[in-house]
């Protein structure tokens, strides 16, 4: 058996925030550290929601420079952009032929976005849906399969678009199997509560929810985003119960273990206010995140470089494309 091919889609739309570095960032630059990992700007995924050239490629941009300044080293993950990989929309359309139109119905993103109509009192449940969310789950299935990818870190969200993926190459498994098969992908998801990064009203983070902290903010605006952070009139001299403390709950993800265990003592204890709390967030947030910001500041100011990383990974993501695509291909009767 084949050493394990990670690969992950990064989607180049909005500003990252602290959530995404935590349940996405670091742990895929862990694996980075361990596996083959190939991990990619979903550009015409982002296709579907961004319709402003400028504003897509500096997503491009700001995608590849947040993972490169958060520490991905481009000679150990293949860094690429999914456009450069056209093989991918090539085995879309294959895939397409062998994908029941009843599974995309069924799919998550879609029903969501219907039932967002529906309790809008709008009548037509597809007004302002486009094909591309339609078909999102069969351009997602051909990024993993191109790679003959088997394992995909991606967050809870994400589950039954891996299911489908295996479906999917199930289904051309089970018709063109004698001649050529994909290896089934398992997502990589770690389920765990405490995977997850409570954002300043204390519901997840989330962009949705606008309750996110950028990952890179200024100095000056990251305190004061920490400062901001609601808390309760306990007295600075009372008792105070880290677990229910957003600020507690987040200084857990970012400071040393020595550190978090400190700070527990000393709200337990009382004497330890919130303003003194949110201080100890910042320093540790700060100290995590200062030679990030700066790196990232650079790579921004050199978008040439950018673009030079993400062709010479697309040059190798393309490489083992064409090796698959030309498989299939032949698998198919048209190779
Ligand atoms: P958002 O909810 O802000 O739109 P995305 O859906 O774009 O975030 O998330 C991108 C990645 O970051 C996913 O892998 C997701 O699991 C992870 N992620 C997002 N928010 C959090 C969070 N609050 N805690 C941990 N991981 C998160
Ligand atoms: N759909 C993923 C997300 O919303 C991004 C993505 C696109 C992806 N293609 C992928 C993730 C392939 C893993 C594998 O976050």
Redesign the pocket.
Known sequence: MAANIY?????PTGDFHLGNYIGAIKPALAAAREYDTYYFI?DY?ALNTIKDADELRHSIRSGAATWLACGLDPEQTVIYRQSSVPETFELTTILSALTPKGLMNRAHAYKAARDRNNEAGITDLDAGINMGLYN?PI??AA??LIMEATR?P??RD?SQ?IEYTADIAGYFNHRFGSAYSFPLPKGVIDDSDASILPGVDGRKMSKSYDNHIPLFLPENKLKKAIRRIPTDSTPVEDPKDPDTSVPFQLLAHFADEDRVADVRKRLEAGGMGWGDLKNELFEAVNAELAPKRARYEELMAEPARIDEILEAGSARARERAREVIDRVRAAIGVG
């Open positions: 690969l992950t889609g990064i989607k979903a995924h999102y351009l997602m990024d993993i995909v991606v967050g994400q678009h």
